[in-house]
Nanobody
């Protein structure tokens, strides 16, 4: 009964901020990474920010310096603080757990982020 639930999306003006949350429940095994992806209409899903099993953090070049990924292990929650938002950040944002065994990925339901110009 693994479950990832995103929240915190919404409508914001360019230059504004949002903070996304991903609450995880259930038991996870063989975790290789955990973090955030996004998908805009007509485009492929892309990595935004992830923690890797090796302890490093990866950010997409387009969000470096603006977004910050963090986690609260006691609450089993991962966050994405998004500052200086741009219209091109508009997308559905998905929480992701990457695994080394099948299923290779768990996904949340997604939360919509819309940035107006």
């Amino acid at each position: 009964q693994v479950q990832l639930v995103e929240s915190g999306g919404g409508l914001v003006q360019a230059g504004g901020s949002l903070k996304l949350s991903c609450a995880a429940s259930g038991i996870f095994f063989s975790i290789s990474a955990m973090g955030w992806y996004r998908q805009a209409p007509g485009k492929q899903r892309e990595l935004v920010a992830t923690f890797t099993s090796g302890g490093s953090i990866n950010y997409a070049e387009s969000v470096k310096g603006r977004f910050t990924i963090s986690r609260d292990n006691a609450k089993n929650t991962v966050y994405l603080q998004m500052n200086s938002l741009k219209p091109e950040d508009t997308a559905v944002y998905y929480c992701n757990v990457g695994r080394t065994s099948r299923p290779y990925n768990y996904w949340g339901q997604g939360t919509q982020v819309t940035v107006s110009s």
